[in-house]
C-alpha cells in the first residue's frame, strides 16, 4: 500500500511539473516557419531560453546606483528574414502611464550595425562601431492598445477648460484646427519620433556612443507586451541583422528600466554583450 | 568636471562643461517691490506658449507669494535642506553650489518634484510671515510680511538644466544666451526637471519631452521684450542684456542696475548658476530672508533702493521700466528726461521723471458746478 501511495506522489510530482525550456548560454533563435504573434504564444513553449544578468549602467552619469531588475529571460526565434525576441522581467508594479516624476517600464534589444569579430563598446557602441537598437515602452504599448490621446486619458479626473484648437472657429479635423493643434505641440511639429500618437509599441534607433542615441533607418520592427503580476513579457521582432543566419555569430545586448524605480535614460540595468547565432530546430 | 568662473561666487567653481560664454547674454530685472500679484504676466505666457494637450499644469512664469508660496511645492526648500550650510565670506561664497554637491554617479545635485507637487499653483497666496496677534495691525512696522516674487527660467550663465541632461538636448544660444530644449532630440528622461533649482522645466506627458520658458526668442530677435514683460500692470520688468562685470557699461540699463549700483540681484546665488534674472530685492523684508534668497549683497541692496530718490540716474532709470514694448540696450539722462535707446541707436521712449501735475479746482465756475474728486 505503501510503496502504491508514493508511487503516485512521485507521479503527480512529475505530471505536475510543465518541462521548462530548454536553458542555454548564448542567444539561441531557433528557425521557425511561423512566428509567434504575441508573448503568450505557444510557439515559444519551443524556443530555448537565455537567462542574462543584468548590470548597472556604470559608464556615465547619470549612473544607475541600486541594482533593481536582477535578471532578464530572453527567447528567440527567426524566420529567416525576421527575428523575434521574447524578453520576460520581474516587476510586479505596472508603471504605463508617463508625467512628471513618472517614469514608465520599458527594454531595449541592442545589436552591433556590422558582423564583425570586434563588437563596438557593449554599452552604445563607440565612434568605431554603429549599433542597433529596438526599443519598447509600456506607455507606447498602452496606446496602441487603445488608450486616447488625450490629458483626461491619463488623468481621467483632469479638468480643462479650453485649448486654442478647440475654438469654435476652427473646423475639426480641418488643416486649420491641426496647425493649431501643433502650435501647442513643438516636439510633435518637429517630427519627434517620439512624441506623436503611436502605431506600434516599438521604435528602431541607432547610436555610436552614450547620449547619441538617435532615428535609425526601419528594421521592420513591431512589439507587443503583456503585464501579469508576475513582471512583463514583451516580444520585439525586427529585421534579421544582415548575414547572420548560417555558422555566423553576432552580439546582442538588452536593457531593462522599471518606471517605479525612476529609471530612464542612462538610469537602467543593462547586460554586456552575449554571443547571439540562429540554430535550425534538431 | 571643468573649472569655470562665476562671478556671482567671487570664485571659480566646477561645472560639468567648460566656460563658454555667448556673445550677448540676455537678462532681466524685476522689481519685486512694485508686483501685485495680478498674474498677468502668467496668463500671457500660459495664452502665448502653454495652451496645448500635456501643457496644462505648465507656468514657464508663476507669482508666488513668499515666504510660503512655491511652485513646484517647496522647490526651494527642498534643495536648500539638501545644499547643507551656504555660507559667504564677504562676498564670497565659501559652500557649495550643486554642482560641486553631486552625488556619486549624478551630474548635479538635485531632486525631481512629484505630480501633486504641481497640483496648488498658488499656494501660499497672499499668507503673512507671522500671525497677526490681536492689535498687532495697529503697530508701525508690522512684523508681519510677504511680498511677491515673480519667476521665470533664469537663462542661467551655467544652467543645471543643458549640464544635467545626458543626450545635449539642452543648448545655449550663442547670439543671446537663450537657454533652449531642443524638442526634436529630447527624449524625455526628465533629468534637467531633477536638475533645475529653480524647476523651470517642465514635462509633457503628452509628447513625452521636456519644455521650457524660451524668453519669448522670436520676439527678442526683433527687439521687442517678451510677453510676461510687456504686459506686466505693475511696470516692474526691464530685458536687456548683461555684460561681464569687468565690462560693465554704465550707460547699459542692466549693467548700470547689476554691475554699478548692485540693486539688482540674482535669486539663490548660492546654487552656482549664475542665474539672468535679476532681483531688487523687497525692501520691507527681514535682512536674513533676503540674505537667504538674494545673497549678501541684499542689505545694501535695500539701502541703494531707498535711496534712489536722490539718486537721479537710479531714479531715472527706474522710471524706464514697462514703459516701452521695445529692447532698451543704452540709456541716457538730460535734467529730468529719461531716454531708452535700442541697439539701432534709435530712441524708444523719452519719458519725464516727473509727471507734471494739474491741480483743478473743485469750483467749475464755466459751467457752476461743483466737482468732486473721486480716486
Ligand atoms: S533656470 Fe533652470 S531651466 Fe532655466 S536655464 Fe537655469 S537651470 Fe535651466
Ligand atoms: S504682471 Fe507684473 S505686477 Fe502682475 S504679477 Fe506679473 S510681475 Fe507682478
Known amino acids: 500500500m505503501k510503496t502504491t501511495i508514493a508511487l503516485l506522489i512521485v507521479l503527480l510530482v512529475l505530471g505536475g511539473c510543465r518541462r521548462g525550456p530548454e536553458l542555454v548560454p548564448e542567444v539561441v533563435a531557433l528557425k521557425t516557419d511561423n512566428l509567434p504573434a504575441s508573448p503568450g504564444d505557444s510557439a515559444w513553449d519551443r524556443a530555448p531560453e537565455h537567462v542574462a544578468r543584468l548590470l548597472l549602467q556604470d559608464l556615465v552619469e547619470p549612473r544607475q546606483m541600486?541594482?533593481?531588475?536582477?535578471?532578464?529571460?530572453?527567447?528567440?526565434?527567426?524566420?529567416?528574414?525576421?527575428?523575434?525576441?521574447?524578453?520576460?522581467?520581474?516587476?510586479?508594479?505596472l508603471s504605463d502611464a508617463p508625467g512628471p516624476g513618472k517614469m514608465v517600464d520599458a527594454c531595449a534589444v541592442q545589436i552591433p550595425a556590422k558582423l564583425s569579430a570586434e563588437p563596438p563598446a557593449p554599452q552604445m557602441g563607440d565612434d568605431d562601431g554603429l549599433v542597433q537598437v529596438t526599443y519598447w515602452r509600456a506607455d507606447w504599448q498602452a496606446a496602441v492598445n487603445g488608450r486616447g490621446d488625450s490629458i483626461k486619458d491619463l488623468y481621467p479626473n483632469a479638468v480643462v477648460d479650453h485649448y486654442p484648437f478647440d475654438a469654435q472657429s476652427l473646423e475639426k479635423g480641418s488643416d486649420a484646427q491641426k496647425e493649431m493643434a501643433r502650435r501647442y505641440a513643438p516636439a510633435r511639429a518637429l517630427g519627434n519620433l517620439r512624441a506623436g500618437p503611436r502605431e506600434k509599441p516599438v521604435?528602431?534607433?541607432?547610436?555610436?556612443?552614450?547620449?547619441?542615441?538617435?532615428?535609425?533607418?526601419?528594421?521592420?520592427?513591431?512589439?507587443?507586451?503583456?503585464?501579469?503580476?508576475?513582471?512583463?513579457?514583451?516580444?520585439?521582432?525586427?529585421?534579421?541583422?544582415?548575414?547572420?543566419?548560417?555558422?555566423?555569430?553576432?552580439?546582442i545586448a538588452f536593457a531593462v528600466w522599471q518606471g517605479s524605480e525612476q529609471e530612464s535614460g542612462a538610469r537602467k540595468m543593462r547586460t554586456g554583450w552575449i554571443p547571439f547565432v540562429v540554430r535550425t530546430a534538431p | 568636471m571643468a573649472r569655470v568662473y562665476n562671478w556671482q561666487l567671487g570664485r571659480e567653481m566646477s561645472y560639468w562643461y567648460p566656460e563658454s560664454r555667448p556673445k550677448r547674454q540676455f537678462a532681466a530685472v524685476f522689481d519685486t517691490n512694485k508686483c501685485i500679484a495680478c498674474q498677468t504676466c502668467t496668463l500671457a505666457c500660459k495664452t502665448t506658449w502653454t495652451s496645448g494637450k500635456g501643457q496644462e499644469y505648465m507656468l514657464w512664469n508663476n507669482v508666488e507669494t513668499k515666504p510660503y508660496g512655491s511652485y513646484p511645492l517647496a522647490y526651494d526648500l527642498k534643495l536648500l535642506e539638501m545644499l547643507n550650510s551656504q555660507q559667504w565670506e564677504g562676498e564670497k561664497y565659501t559652500g557649495q553650489t550643486v554642482f560641486e554637491s553631486a552625488p556619486a554617479g549624478e551630474r548635479v545635485l538635485g531632486w525631481r518634484p512629484e505630480q501633486q507637487d504641481y497640483a496648488y499653483p498658488n499656494v501660499g497666496e497672499d499668507d503673512c510671515a507671522n500671525q497677526v496677534d490681536t492689535g498687532a495691525l495697529m503697530k508701525l512696522p508690522h512684523m508681519s510680511w510677504f511680498f511677491y516674487l515673480a519667476r521665470i527660467c533664469n537663462h542661467c550663465s551655467y544652467p543645471a538644466c543643458l549640464s544635467s541632461c545626458p543626450r545635449g538636448s539642452i543648448y545655449k544660444r550663442q547670439e543671446d544666451g537663450i537657454v533652449l530644449v531642443d524638442q526634436n532630440r529630447c527624449r524625455g528622461y526628465q533629468e534637467c526637471v531633477k536638475g533645475c533649482p529653480y524647476k523651470k522645466v517642465f514635462f509633457n506627458p503628452m509628447t513625452g519631452t521636456s519644455e521650457k520658458c524660451i524668453a519669448c526668442y522670436p520676439?527678442?530677435?526683433?527687439?521687442?521684450?517678451?510677453?510676461?514683460?510687456?504686459?506686466?500692470?505693475?511696470?516692474?520688468?526691464?530685458?536687456?542684456?548683461?555684460?561681464?562685470p569687468e565690462q560693465a557699461r554704465a550707460d547699459n540699463p542692466i549693467d548700470y542696475l547689476v554691475h554699478i549700483k548692485k540693486v539688482a540681484l540674482p535669486l539663490f546665488p548660492q546654487y552656482g548658476l549664475e542665474p539672468n534674472i535679476y532681483y531688487i530685492p523687497p525692501i520691507h523684508v527681514p535682512d536674513n530672508f533676503n540674505r537667504q534668497l538674494f545673497g549678501p549683497r541684499a542689505t545694501e541692496a535695500v539701502?541703494?533702493?531707498?535711496?534712489?530718490?536722490?539718486?537721479?540716474?537710479?531714479?531715472?532709470?527706474?522710471?524706464?521700466?514697462?514703459?516701452?514694448?521695445?529692447?532698451?540696450?543704452?540709456?541716457?539722462?538730460q535734467g529730468d528726461v529719461i531716454t531708452g535707446i535700442e541697439d539701432s541707436g534709435a530712441?524708444?521712449?523719452?519719458?519725464?521723471?516727473?509727471?507734471?501735475?494739474?491741480?483743478?479746482?473743485?469750483?467749475?465756475?464755466?459751467?457752476q458746478l461743483v466737482r468732486i474728486n473721486c480716486p
Open chain 1, 66 to 93: 541600486k541594482a533593481t531588475t536582477q535578471e532578464v529571460r530572453v527567447r528567440a526565434l527567426s524566420d529567416g528574414a525576421q527575428v523575434v525576441f521574447r524578453l520576460s522581467w520581474a516587476d510586479d508594479d
Open chain 1, 203 to 251: 521604435e528602431d534607433l541607432i547610436a555610436n556612443g552614450p547620449g547619441t542615441l538617435s532615428p535609425g533607418p526601419s528594421l521592420d520592427s513591431a512589439g507587443s507586451g503583456q503585464h501579469t503580476r508576475q513582471g512583463w513579457a514583451v516580444q520585439i521582432s525586427r529585421k534579421l541583422p544582415e548575414g547572420l543566419g548560417g555558422s555566423e555569430r553576432t552580439q
Open chain 2, 347 to 367: 530712441a524708444a521712449v523719452r519719458i519725464p521723471m516727473n509727471e507734471p501735475v494739474h491741480i483743478r479746482p473743485a469750483q467749475d465756475p464755466r459751467n
Open chain 2, 303 to 333: 539701502k541703494t533702493y531707498r535711496n534712489a530718490f536722490n539718486d537721479r540716474d537710479l531714479a531715472g532709470l527706474l522710471c524706464l521700466f514697462g514703459s516701452t514694448e521695445r529692447m532698451v540696450t543704452r540709456f541716457t539722462r
Open chain 2, 219 to 244: 520676439k527678442i530677435e526683433q527687439g521687442i521684450q517678451p510677453q510676461c514683460f510687456v504686459n506686466c500692470i505693475g511696470k516692474i520688468r526691464l530685458a536687456g542684456y548683461i555684460s561681464r
